[in-house]
Nanobody, 121 residues
């Protein structure tokens, strides 16, 4: 019905930057909140940042001032600009969207498949 596809992960040195993208497709009526989560090896998945349809953002304390979440509603896409990356940012990054589908109208929580970010020298 609705799919999320992330891209932009990779290997970067400490202090470097990456930009993640997550595009939604399918029977999309409206996308409400969108967000990025991450899961490091051996740890639980944690919230990184969220953004409402109107653009209100929220960040976990550990990324404030370094990461920026944004979205393009016309493209059904959410972005995560990551700067001053640290080794502890290494994780699989997942996007999530709260979607109202069309025909039939349903409320869905949709997750992407994840993209790996590795911060290492």
């Amino acid at each position: 019905q609705v799919q999320l596809v992330e891209s932009g992960g990779g290997l970067v040195q400490p202090g470097g930057a990456l930009r993640l993208s997550c595009a939604a497709s399918g029977r999309i009526g409206v996308i409400n909140d969108m967000g990025w989560y991450r899961q490091a090896s051996g740890k639980q998945r944690e919230l990184v940042a969220t953004i409402t349809r109107g653009g209100t953002t929220h960040y976990v304390d550990s990324v404030k001032g370094r990461f920026t979440i944004s979205r393009d509603n016309a493209k059904n896409t959410v972005y995560l600009e990551m700067n001053t990356l640290k080794p502890e940012d290494t994780a699989d990054y997942y996007c999530k969207a709260l979607v109202i589908t069309t025909f039939p109208a349903r409320s869905l929580e949709v997750w992407g498949q994840g993209t790996l970010v590795t911060v290492s020298s």
